[in-house]
């Protein structure tokens, strides 16, 4: 779970990797949306083994 659920990267993060997942935004903006969001969130950003898709999904329950 998100530790975070209202700051406003967190927001642009969420509408950012639900769009690039649906293909709608490019997806290195959407990870830069995402790293923005966890350090704000004060989370590391060190590379993970998991897919951007699941970093995205564990934003929120979008789809």
Not at 7 to 34: M, P, S, T
Not at 35 to 43: D, G, S, V, Y
Request: with cysteine; hydrophobic share 40%.
């Amino acid at each position: 779970m998100w530790p975070h659920r209202s700051g406003a990267h967190f927001i642009r993060a969420r509408n950012a990797c639900k769009a690039a997942v649906e293909d709608r935004l490019n997806h290195q903006h959407a990870r830069d949306e995402f790293i923005a969001a966890a350090e704000e969130a004060k989370l590391s950003t060190y590379p993970s083994r998991r897919s951007f898709t699941e970093l995205c999904d564990s934003l929120a329950d979008w789809r």
